[in-house]
């Protein structure tokens, strides 16, 4: 907790501040605390030979798939979002055959 009569109590504050957006946490009100981010699940190594093949098919490679999603390796798309990086990579396998 910050004391609010300290000469740099704002400049804290926005820093604090900024540090809990960078970390996607989130402040509770109700219980005057802040809440720790989503915890991260990646996909696992079976999803993704499923996807390197999904990317394959719609002749891509995967450094292009990589690049467009801005990321650096297919281990880092959370597993829940999986169906809509799939539907990502088609639209980019179309944009790329209109080309």
Not at 8 to 31: G, I, S
Not at 36 to 63: H, M, Y
């Amino acid at each position: 907790s910050l004391d609010k009569s300290h000469m740099y109590y704002q400049n804290m504050r926005q820093a604090m501040l900024l540090k809990a957006k960078e970390l996607k946490c989130t402040f509770d009100k109700h219980k005057e605390m802040w809440i720790s981010p989503p915890e991260f699940n990646g996909i696992n190594d079976t999803q993704r030979d499923d996807l390197q093949a999904f990317i394959t098919e719609r002749g891509l490679d995967v450094k292009t798939v990589c690049e467009h999603l801005g990321i650096d390796s297919l281990m880092q798309i959370d597993s829940t979002k999986i169906q809509l990086v799939k539907q990502d990579i088609d639209q980019l396998a179309k944009e790329g055959t209109q080309a």
